[in-house]
C-alpha cells in the first residue's frame, strides 16, 4: 500500500498541474498539446504529469518573472526570433512614455508559456519562426478564452496570401508588414492602455 501510495504522489492531474502553476486547466491542456508539458494519457484518456517536472516548471516560471513591475502596468509581450529586432523594439517602445512593461519571447513555444504564466494584455508576434510558428502559436491559442481578450498584431515579412497559404490568422488579429510600423504600433498600444486602465 505505500508503494502504491508513494507512487501515485509522483504523478499529477491536469487539475492539479493547474493549481501548482497557478494557470487554468486549458492552459495546461494548451501547453500539453503544444510540447511544453510532457505528459502521457490513461487508458480512460486522462492527463497525467509527472509530479518533478511540474514543480521543476513552476521554479522556471518564478525566475522567469521574478522582476516583473506591478500588474497596474500594461503587459505587453513581443515574440521575435532575431534579437536585433527585440532590442529595437525594447528601444523604441521604452521612448514611448506609456504605462507599460514588456517582455519578449524568441518562439511560438516560448510564447505560450508566457502568454500562460504571464497574462500579458498585448501580444505582437512575428510568423516565421523557429520551433513553433506564429500561425501555429494563435491557432493553438485561439481555442482558449483568454485568447478574447488579448490584442494580437502580427508584424511579418510575408505578403497576406503567403499567410493565407500557410493557414491564415484568426479574424481578431491586427496585421502589420515589415519593416516594423512602430508608429501604427504606437497608436494601438496607446488606445489599449487607455482602455485597460480606465476598466481596472
Known sequence: MAKL???????????????????????IQLWSES???????????????NLADIEMFKEQLKQDNKDLAPNRLVRVLVIEDEPDLIMLYKLRIKGWDLPIILETAMDGFEGLIQIGAWKPDIVITDIQMPNMNGIHMLKALSKI????????????????????????????????????????????????????????
Open 5 to 27: 501510495e508513494s507512487a501515485k504522489e509522483k504523478y499529477c492531474t491536469s487539475k492539479q498541474a493547474a493549481s501548482l502553476l497557478e494557470v487554468t486547466t486549458r492552459t
Open 145 to 200: 478564452d483568454v485568447f478574447k481578450q488579448l490584442i494580437v498584431m502580427v508584424v511579418s515579412g510575408l505578403s497576406p496570401g503567403a499567410i493565407e497559404h500557410k493557414g491564415g490568422l484568426p479574424e481578431q488579429v491586427h496585421l502589420f508588414s515589415k519593416p516594423i510600423p512602430f508608429d501604427e504600433i504606437e497608436k494601438v498600444i496607446n488606445q489599449q492602455c487607455k482602455i485597460i486602465l480606465q476598466t481596472e
Open 35 to 49: 510540447g511544453i508539458l510532457q505528459t502521457w494519457k490513461t487508458p480512460g484518456g486522462h492527463r497525467r504529469f
